[in-house]
């Protein structure tokens, strides 16, 4: 999927929601237990609930991965079932890799080639070979990490670089983009800190930013679309726990749409006073 | 496994070596693809036939993953075998990993509790928090990315402090060691860097530190030893495809151990040398 395949998926759908599909095996509703794999039949029903809402999905891979071999058949099913019944959502690998090129060249295959995620996360400390090799596959995403919604960003992501003045966030935003071009990378960018999306548009005006941290984490979807939209949208906004645990009772599908109904219908205001629509 | 308990390991192998099991699929000998699982058949013959010549093995999770769920069988049954068979060996997932808290929490379930590791490599970016969990499991270890062998370490690593003066890398080795001890955090240094070692051995004097880049990559480990050595050893030298990939033919095991040999006995002079035996 390229940009402009996206930005038509946002006006269709009058969203730009990206359902985070954290699902962890303790907070899933315990009725589900009895199936054969509590895991993807989790992330059915939430799917089959969201799938008119959202634009995109981003299971988290560490929730699959502390399942061992389970975890990694239930991630495998759950992408395989979006491709097939949802060719139009832009599915994302919230896996923040990042290696030498030769073993970034291994993940890629692994997202791209062995399951069929559009996108992966990927964390910029190892610098560029460690990012190109995402950006080998036609259609195919490298997410980077810039500034992250967590306390911990604080530590290294803010420090000013003695020659330009720049915080590291800001050199990875300017040197990254020389890598690749708005059609195979986005940025993480977490919304606890929206008024730093104003800044962050300065450098990179045209690219698609991946925003965590609304809801739960507690970031406004208004501030976010006020600071970082651009125009072709150029946001999705995840949020996973806020609508996959809306409740832990039979209903948790009926009211995971409920909630994600909620998020879509203030997007969609939003996209109409951007003029987007 | 304790700081103390490695060290003892060291000197009853007089070695230091950790040999990654950077398992290729496309590179191992073409006779074991008759196998049922020719990636843990590879494993299994590399690990017996090296197994007193080194004290760690370190299998870089990137090879596994990109084979799917059959690769993460793999790779379970790998470390398995290397617990059962050889409980004295350091077992090292190279996963490079690193999310906000409570995801890094489920790498670390993923790593340590499902699979039986001693340690996983991380990805400083996101700050403490990424990295904390990973270091409330008694004997278990962390090993955090300071400064990288490949080409783009040079991208942000090596960024100067408005403030402080020092690099990226000296900031994250200065902040990150207040996280944790010398018995559950080591760093990566790359070995091509070997005369960096010096200030590194400044800021981190009694950390263990995982050097790759030795071998296939151009390091030179009597450098890494002259600069990188403390009184405790401090070091694991990792070797990856010049020892596992000596040769392709049916006498894979044996070149792979007359390789770990050389190694070896290499690595016994220089504890020697360091009268550290």
């Known amino acids: 999927m390229n940009k402009e395949q996206l930005f038509e998926q946002i006006k269709l759908k009058r969203s730009f929601l990206c359902v985070g599909l954290d699902t962890d095996i303790l907070k899933i509703p ?105 950006m080998t596959y036609l259609d195919r995403w490298v997410i980077v990490l810039a500034l992250t919604s967590n306390k911990g960003a604080a530590d290294f992501q803010y420090l000013k670089n003695a020659e330009t003045g720049e915080q590291l966030f800001e050199s990875v935003l300017k040197t990254s983009q020389t890598w690749g071009t708005t059609d195979n990378m986005m940025y993480v960018v977490g919304a606890t800190k929206a008024e730093k999306l104003e800044e962050i548009r300065e450098l990179v005006p045209d690219h698609f930013l991946l925003v965590p941290g609304v809801g739960a984490q507690g970031g406004s979807l208004e501030e976010v679309a006020k600071f970082g939209m651009n ?46 629509m």
């Not at 150029?234 to 809306?246: C, E, F, T």
Request: hydrophobic share 40%; net charge negative; aromatic share 12%.
């Open 30 to 134: 315990r009725f589900l237990n009895e199936t054969s794999d509590p895991i993807f039949a989790f992330n059915k029903e939430i799917i089959d609930a969201t799938q008119d809402l959202c634009v995109a999905y981003k299971p988290n891979l560490a929730f699959y991965e502390s399942q061992g071999v389970a975890g990694w058949i239930s991630l495998e099913k759950t992408v395989r079932y979006i491709r097939e019944k949802y060719p139009e959502q832009f599915i994302i690998a919230d896996a923040k890799r990042g290696d030498i090129g030769n073993t970034s060249n291994l993940y890629a295959r692994a997202f791209f080639d062995h399951m069929d995620f559009d996108a992966v996360t990927v964390a910029p400390y190892m610098g560029e070979d460690s990012i190109k090799p995402f």
């Open 231 to 276: 125009d072709m949208c150029g946001l999705l906004v995840n949020s996973s726990r806020q609508i996959i645990y809306a409740s832990d009772g039979e209903d948790f599908a009926e009211k995971a749409r409920n909630e994600a109904i909620n998020v879509q219908l203030e997007m969609e205001e939003l996209l109409l006073e951007a003029d987007l």
